[in-house]
C-alpha cells in the first residue's frame, strides 16, 4: 500500500516560498512510469493541479504557475518536494501529494490512485 504525507510550514508570509515535502513509503518514486504530483484546493474552488516530477526525474508544470514554481525529489529519502515562490494569499490552500496516472494535470480526484492527507497552508503577514 504506498502512502503519502506531506509536510511542512502552515503559514507563510506574502512574497516568501512555501516549501513542503511529500515522504512517499510503500513504493518507490524511481519505479517505471510513476509520476508523482502536487495539487491543491483553494477554499471553495476546485482541485488545481500545480506540477509533477516523474520517475525519471523530469518535471511538468502548470502554465500558470510554471514562473514559480519548482519540483524535485531526493530519491534517498523517497521523497520529493515542492518550491512555489513569490506567494500571495490567493496561494492560501490544501495542499496534497499524489501519485497521478496519465495524461497529467487532473483536476478530479479520479487522476489519483494514491495521495496524502493534505496540508492546510494559509498566506498572510
Known amino acids: 500500500q504506498v502512502q503519502l504525507q506531506e509536510s511542512g510550514p502552515g503559514l507563510v508570509k506574502p512574497s516568501q516560498t512555501l516549501s513542503l515535502t511529500c515522504t512517499v513509503s510503500?513504493?518507490?518514486?524511481?519505479?517505471?512510469?510513476?509520476?508523482w504530483s502536487w495539487i491543491r484546493q483553494p477554499p471553495g474552488k476546485e482541485l488545481e493541479w500545480m506540477g509533477a516530477?516523474?520517475?525519471?526525474?523530469?518535471?511538468y508544470y502548470s502554465p500558470s504557475l510554471k514562473s514559480r514554481t519548482s519540483i524535485s525529489r531526493d530519491t534517498s529519502k523517497n521523497q520529493f518536494t515542492l518550491q512555489l515562490g513569490s506567494v500571495t494569499p490567493e496561494d492560501t490552500a490544501v495542499y496534497y501529494c499524489?501519485?497521478?496516472?496519465?495524461?497529467?494535470?487532473?483536476?478530479?480526484?479520479?487522476?489519483?490512485?494514491?495521495w496524502g492527507q493534505g496540508t492546510q497552508v494559509t498566506v498572510s503577514s
Open positions: 499524489a501519485r497521478e496516472g496519465l495524461p497529467l494535470g487532473g483536476t478530479s480526484w479520479h487522476n489519483y490512485d494514491y
Open positions: 510503500g513504493g518507490s518514486i524511481t519505479a517505471d512510469y510513476q509520476y
Open positions: 516530477i516523474s520517475y525519471r526525474g523530469s518535471t
